[in-house]
């Protein structure tokens, strides 16, 4: 019929978003927070301070950061996204975290051999009574006391 046009039909429908609303993982939370604030991957890695590539891999959960490149992760995000720690390995490692330094210079800082801390939070080895009040007292300093952690030589 010549009054009666058939116009083609548009439909919109939104986009499923390809992030979790509760992330469970730290990938999860990359990718949520750097969808929400409309980034590219080189966008939040150039934040971040690593490569695109490094922030696909964690993203994807191929890798994971090392302690001492957590704390741009955490500003990005606003939040640290690790569950509580509740093991002496897991304690020290959130330390870690929070101050950006290498399980190496929290031994030099205590004055270990880095091995040696490492097998003792890997319960390879028995670790002193003594040393265990020495990482403790570690553990509960505060950031600001622990500044000379930084100081520590990197291993290369």
Partial sequence: M????????????LRPKDYSETPQILGQHLRKRRRELGLLLREAAALMGVSAETVANWEKGKTQPVPSQ???????????????????????????????????QVARHLGWDPGSLRRYLEGTWRISLDRRDALEAFLDAGNGDLAGVHSQKRPR
């Fill in 2 to 13: 010549p009054f009666c046009r058939q116009t083609p039909l548009t439909l919109k429908a």
């Fill in 70 to 104: 957590f704390r741009p992760i955490v500003d990005f995000l606003g939040y640290d996204p690790t569950p509580e720690p509740r093991t002496l390995a897991e304690r020290v490692e959130a330390k870690q975290r929070r101050l950006g330094a290498s399980l190496a």
